[in-house]
Antibody, heavy 121, light 110 residues
């Protein structure tokens, strides 16, 4: 049973960088996508980015200038960095495993429980 | 504001059926496969349906998906109290180049 566990600081100051890690247990990194989704208070789910196990990445255009995703295959960890955060980045951040042969097949079949990040001074 | 439109809430009595719609446009629901996710209170989202109609192992056939033109539908039959949750549709938007979610639908069992 694959399990995902997000970790990172619960509080980040405005203008700083939010850094989160997702640890994968009980399964292999390949041949999957590994990504991040968030949900801000009172809003819907927002897809942030994914990275394919072999290295390709895709970002939400609205966040692309501030976000980066990386994958440490030996450690089985996926990391997210979001720069220059503001209060609008306050959200529950989820890590998820993705599957699908092409973009239009894409779906997320395993999710972490999420970690709450608050941006405040 | 979500790209895909869902009703904010639906409700029915135990044992009955609810239908949740997900409306998009040609570049998302009209061109890409739709998935459905269930989020029970306080838990992580869970995949219910993928590629419009397929169910992952362990998902009961009470949950069924379909798609027609630019809309998708999730039917839940034999409604149970344990089905009370938020339900989201999702798909790839080929024009915008990102994965998009529906606005979410709260299912209440009366």
């Amino acid at each position: 049973q694959v399990q995902l566990q997000e970790s990172g600081p619960g509080l980040v100051k405005p203008s700083e960088t939010l850094s989160l890690t997702c640890s994968v247990s009980g399964g292999s990194i390949n041949p999957y996508f590994w990504g991040w989704i968030r949900q801000s208070p009172g809003k819907g789910l927002e897809w942030i980015a994914y990275m394919y196990y072999s290295g390709g990445t895709k970002y939400n255009p609205s966040l692309e200038s501030r976000v980066s995703i990386s994958l440490d295959v030996p450690k089985k960890q996926v990391s997210l960095k979001l720069r220059s955060v503001t209060a609008a980045d306050t959200a529950v951040y989820y890590c998820a495993r993705g599957s699908g042969l092409y973009h239009y097949h894409y779906y997320m079949d395993v999710w972490g429980k999420g970690t709450t990040v608050t941006v405040s001074s | 504001q979500s790209v895909l439109t869902q009703p904010p809430s639906v409700s029915a009595a135990p044992g009955q059926k609810v239908t949740i719609s997900c409306s998009g446009i040609s570049s998302n629901t009209g061109n890409s496969f739709v998935s459905w996710y269930q989020r029970l209170p306080g838990t992580a989202p869970k995949l219910l349906v993928y590629e419009n109609v397929k169910r992952p192992s362990g998902i009961p056939d009470r949950f069924s998906g379909s798609r027609s033109a630019t809309s998708a539908t999730l039917d839940i039959t034999g409604l149970q109290t344990g089905d009370e949750a938020d339900y989201y549709c999702g798909t790839w938007d080929t024009s915008a180049g990102l994965y998009v979610f529906g606005s979410g639908t709260e299912v209440t069992v009366l």
